[in-house]
């Protein structure tokens, strides 16, 4: 079975500090993706990387950055948190091939600002 | 990618068949259609996905019409924990990373 595995199911964090999300997949996927998930707004992609050190944009990235070190290995970092980015935070990893598209996902991190 | 409407919520017998309508009718040739589902407080779940041919696997079988302008997910004997969150995903299967982009879904509740 696929797994993606998030650092922390619940996180408490003040205004300002410097935030680390990891997420980890043990499928060898070459694309790894962030999204956050707030209620109306569905999903919202933040960054993905479709190689090592590779990074691309999504739709919000502003107040975000990522790292890939490792294939298997994608961080969200948070610079200086605000409460604007109080949210459900979800990883996703897929290969490239077309026929092999799908995205699994993990168990989400929920992050509270304060 | 193609727009899906899917209704807001059902309802299905615990044991019976549930059965999840998507309509798609502006898909193109090139589009294939997906099915994730989304547990209370859980992250996103991939069911099944196809082209033109109905899928099947352990989890689902997805039905697409000849014109593929629709498509039904069928979970064969619901149970309490199929309860969820269901997306129908219509997506261009090209090369390299694409984000997902899930719409309201249809909320369906098995009833014991």
């Known amino acids: 079975d696929v797994k993606v595995t998030q650092s922390s199911r619940y996180l408490v964090k003040r205004t300002g500090e410097k935030v680390f999300l990891e997420c980890v997949q043990d499928?060898?996927?070459?694309?790894m993706f962030w999204y956050r998930q707030d209620p109306g707004l569905g999903l919202r992609l933040i960054y993905f990387s479709y190689d090592v050190k590779m990074k691309e944009k999504g739709d919000i990235p502003e107040g975000y950055s990522v790292s890939r070190e490792k294939k298997e290995r994608f961080s969200l970092i948070l610079e200086s948190a605000s409460t604007n980015q109080t949210s459900m935070y979800l990883c996703?990893?897929?290969?490239?091939?077309?026929?092999?598209?799908?995205?699994?996902f993990g168990p989400g991190t929920r992050l509270t600002v304060t | 990618d193609a727009k899906t409407t899917q209704p807001p919520s059902m309802d299905c017998a615990e044991g019976r068949a549930a059965n999840l309508p998507c309509n798609h009718s502006?898909?193109?040739?090139?589009?294939?259609v997906y099915w994730y589902r989304q547990i209370h407080s859980q992250g996103p779940q991939y069911i099944i996905h196809g082209l033109k041919n109905n899928e099947t696997n352990e989890m689902a079988s997805l039905i697409i019409t000849e014109d593929r302008k629709s498509s039904t997910l069928i979970l064969p004997h619901a149970t309490l924990r199929d309860t969820a969150v269901y997306y129908c995903i219509v997506r261009v299967g090209s090369q390299g990373a694409q984000k997902l982009v899930f719409g309201q879904g249809t909320r369906l509740t098995i009833n014991p």
């Open positions: 502006t898909i193109s040739g090139n589009e294939y």
């Open positions: 499928m060898d996927h070459e694309n």
């Open positions: 996703a990893s897929s290969f490239t091939g077309a026929a092999r598209r799908e995205q699994y």
